[in-house]
């Protein structure tokens, strides 16, 4: 695994995956919370966190209206993330913009995936023949569009856009999915690896709550 937050651009890219993914404003700063199922992943971002802030990162037990147990971290408000929060929340409202993206490092890419990213199988005949990959930015059809520029331009990745019922996604196919997740995987924590591992006989897998 190949996080190194010793530099500003390394912070900068990994805070502005967190807010990209399961991050929410309180502010000038922001929280991040988890299911409880997922203790390792939020340990590892406990760790993350504290070296960029130099500063101790509680994580603290909540309970849903639903009943459903969550982890939260907050971390101490530092200075480089209440730039990136007013960045984000331009005027108040949360607005993607290039200028914001390209805040964005490989580790970054890799949070912001494993938070709000999926991968499924499509069967043919009874028999997994094709990978899709999604990215659930719950965004709006011009953001998303943003998005896909972006990761053509600086990466060299092709997204699709996909509208479900409510709410617009980036779609990728088999090939593109495979190079996508061997880009992410130096900087996807061992106890997440089963999450980005491309072969037919691994489970479906959604990651990240929607709360």
């Not at 999926?118 to 719950?138: D, M, Q, V």
């Not at 996909?162 to 593109?176: F, P, V």
Request: aromatic fraction near 10%.
């Amino acid at each position: 695994m190949d996080f190194n937050v010793a530099s500003k651009v390394e912070q900068r890219g990994v805070l502005v995956g967190m807010l990209l993914g399961q991050g929410k404003r309180n502010q000038n700063n922001f929280y991040i919370s988890h299911r409880a199922t997922q203790e390792n992943y939020v340990l590892f971002k406990k760790q993350l966190l504290e070296q960029i802030t130099q500063q101790p990162v509680s994580i603290r037990p909540r309970t849903t209206n639903r009943g459903e147990q969550l982890l939260c971290l907050e971390p101490k408000l530092i200075p480089l993330t209440r730039v990136l929060v007013k960045k984000l929340y331009c005027g108040g409202i949360k607005t993607v913009t290039a200028k914001f993206l390209n805040l964005l490092t490989p580790a970054g890419i890799a949070l912001w995936f494993l938070d709000r990213g999926s991968k499924s199988f499509k069967k043919r005949n009874g028999k997994i023949h094709a990978l899709e990959l999604y990215l659930n930015t719950n965004l709006s059809e011009w953001e998303n569009k943003i998005i896909i520029d972006y990761f053509s331009e600086i990466w060299g990745f092709k997204w699709g856009l996909s509208k479900t019922a409510d709410a617009y996604r980036l779609r990728m196919g088999t090939q593109e999915g495979k190079r996508f997740l061997g880009f992410i995987t130096p900087y996807v924590p061992d106890s997440l690896r089963y999450k980005v591992q491309p072969s037919s006989n691994v489970t479906a897998t959604t990651y990240g709550p929607q709360v």
